[in-house]
């Protein structure tokens, strides 16, 4: 195929502050790598919201097409794991924060990044999941492998309206486990969204804000947690006996406000899970397990908007000011 131009966004840097811009771009200034592929969806996460408004310290390397994740096809490739024409995800390895990522209708990757897309799941799909989808299906696992089961008791999910807490929340009902959501929010239509994707109770009252005890009553057989700060350390001052949880995020702050009383007093483990450096093994078998765990109507209910890259900065801005649930698809089509 011939390519003439096609756009992207670029972020550069004015001083301290950050410009974000759809331009359009040609093949020649795409990165040095071996694989291009023709990007079909892209997705708006935490961390693309941080690097276009710049509020975070994400980019690394100016100037950046951001997007930590996308999924399209393979326009040409000297990588012997791929092939020209094969459907791929691309989730984590500092794209979108050192490397170029999505927000680009075509973009020159490393082939060794690339997980070839599932049976049964299109690109549309894959990035209804995202990087935030596959982050979950790494947490469930890192509960599963440490002994967690339906019937060891409820399972607390924080950050449970956002793309992360959407899709645990899926998965883990899917499997049978009962599942408290804790939004951080009284917005009531958050908590019938958390509900409508298989929540049993809202976790949401007071407390969450305050710092804990070392030790609360016990209530959870196991946590996700997006959130870090204070809330992590109350839902580890909750857990029972035995309990775990895999903590992912740091929406609310990086800081632990606890002590080692939960660890040795009730051993309770804390798992960390990183999706950005996860080897391709890892991510296959996550892939593949997330065909059956999620079903295409529930990948609906959790993507709550298709945006364009023009509407990116704007939903970027909102998605900051905690306005958005769920999961934010941006289609390059």
């Known amino acids: 195929m011939t390519i003439e ?3 992207a966004m670029l972020l550069r840097q004015d001083g301290q502050k950050t410009i974000a811009a ?14 291009l592929v023709q990007v079909d969806f892209s997705t708006l996460n935490f961390k693309d919201a941080l690097a276009v408004t710049g509020t975070g310290k994400i980019v690394r390397t100016w100037p950046l097409v951001p ?10 490739t000297t990588n012997p794991r791929l092939s020209k024409g094969q459907k791929v995800v691309l989730t984590g390895w500092s794209v979108g924060e050192k490397f170029w990522g999505g927000y680009s209708q075509f973009q020159r990757i490393c082939g060794d990044w690339l997980v070839p897309l599932p049976e049964g799941l299109s690109t549309r799909q894959a990035m209804m999941i995202g990087t935030a989808g596959f982050t979950a299906m790494l947490c469930v696992d890192a509960l599963e492998s440490a002994g967690i089961t339906p019937e060891s008791g409820t399972v607390c999910v924080t950050g449970a309206a956002g793309g992360v807490g959407s ?14 959501a804790l939004t951080g929010t009284d917005d009531k239509t958050k908590h019938d969204y958390v509900k409508s994707l298989g929540a049993a109770e809202i976790a949401d009252d007071a407390r969450w804000a305050e710092t804990p005890r070392p030790l609360e009553g016990q209530r959870w057989a196991a946590g996700i947690d997006t959130v870090g700060t204070t809330v992590l350390a109350r839902l580890l001052a909750e857990m029972n006996y035995g309990g775990v ?21 009730r051993s309770v483990r804390l798992l960390g899970v990183d999706s950005v450096m996860a080897p391709i093994p890892t991510r296959t078998r996550a892939w593949e397990r997330l065909v059956h765990v999620l079903r295409p109507e529930l990948l ?14 704007p939903a970027a801005e909102e998605l900051l000011a905690g306005n958005i649930k ?3 698809l941006v289609d390059l089509t």
Do not use: W
Not at 22 to 35: A, F, G, K, S, Y
Not at 67 to 76: L, N, Q, S, Y
Not at 300 to 313: A, C, H, M, R
């Open 67 to 76: 997007g930590v994740d996308f999924a399209g096809t393979v326009i040409e």
């Open 167 to 180: 899709v645990a929340i899926a998965i883990l009902c899917h499997l049978g486990y009962t599942v408290s």
């Open 245 to 265: 949880v895999a903590a992912c995020g740091l929406a609310g702050g990086a800081d632990l406000p606890t002590s080692v009383m939960p660890f040795i007093l």
């Open 326 to 328: 769920g999961r934010v």
């Open 300 to 313: 609906e209910t959790i993507t709550s908007t298709s945006i364009t890259l023009d509407e990116v900065k």
């Open 22 to 35: 759809v331009e359009n771009l040609n093949l020649n200034d795409l990165p040095q790598e071996d694989t």
């Open 5 to 7: 131009t096609f756009k």
